[in-house]
C-alpha cells in the first residue's frame, strides 16, 4: 500500500526498514518526545515482525515516509483502533524531508484513516513539552479533550481535516 502526495509518500515498513527507523529513535534530534527503544537492531527487526502480524489483522499500520525519489525521511503511525476513532503517533520527520512534508503527512494519515479505514474521528495525545507539535496540531484544528501531568489528549473530526486541507491547499498550493 502507498499512499502519495505532492512531494512524499507513505509505504508500509518492512523488516528492510529496521536499520533506519533504529536511526531515528536514537537519534537525540528526533526521540526527545518518544517512548524509549532499544539500541539492538535484532530487537528492531524482530519487534517489525511483530508488528507485520498485527498489521495482517489490521490492528495497526506502520509507514515509512520518504521522497518521492526514494529517500527515507520519517515514520508515522496509526494504531489504537477504536470503534469510532484511530490513533496516529510516533511521527518522525528527518533532515531529508521536504519542506511541506509535515503537512502532507499530516493529511496522508488522515486519509488513511478516514477514507480507507472508514472513521470519522482520530484521536492522539502529544507531551506537553512539544510545543511546536502541539501548534502544529491545534492549527490543523484538533481540540484537547482532557489532559493529565505529562500530555494533552486531542481529537479531531474528519470534516474538520476536510477543511483545513482546502484551506492549506489554496493557501500552500499543495
Known amino acids: 500500500m502507498i ?8 509505504r508500509l515498513v518492512e523488516e528492510a526498514d529496521a536499520e533506519f527507523i533504529l536511526s531515528l529513535r536514537l537519534d537525540n534530534r528526533y526521540n526527545q518526545f518518544l517512548s524509549l527503544v532499544d539500541s539492538n537492531l535484532a530487537g528492531q527487526i524482530s519487534w517489525i515482525r511483530s508488528y507485520k502480524l498485527e498489521e495482517k489483522e489490521k490492528k495497526q499500520y506502520y509507514f515509512v515516509i520518504e521522497r518521492l525519489d526514494g529517500v527515507r525521511c520519517g515514520t508515522i ?3 489504537d483502533l477504536k470503534l469510532d476513532s484511530f490513533c496516529w503517533g510516533s511521527w518522525i520527520l528527518n533532515e531529508n524531508k521536504t519542506r511541506y512534508s509535515a503537512l502532507e503527512s499530516a493529511f496522508l494519515i488522515y486519509q488513511f484513516g478516514f477514507e480507507i479505514l472508514g472513521y470519522n474521528k482520530s484521536h492522539f495525545d502529544v507531551m506537553k513539552e512539544n510545543k511546536s507539535v502541539i501548534s502544529f496540531h491545534k492549527k490543523m484544528g484538533a481540540n484537547i479533550v482532557r489532559e493529565d501531568s ?8 474528519k470534516e474538520t481535516v476536510e477543511s483545513t486541507r482546502k484551506q492549506i491547499k489554496e493557501k500552500f498550493k499543495l
Open 3 to 10: 499512499l502519495e502526495s505532492k512531494t512524499i509518500r507513505l
Open 77 to 79: 503511525r496509526v494504531y
Open 150 to 157: 505529562i500530555n494533552f489528549y486531542f481529537e479531531i473530526l
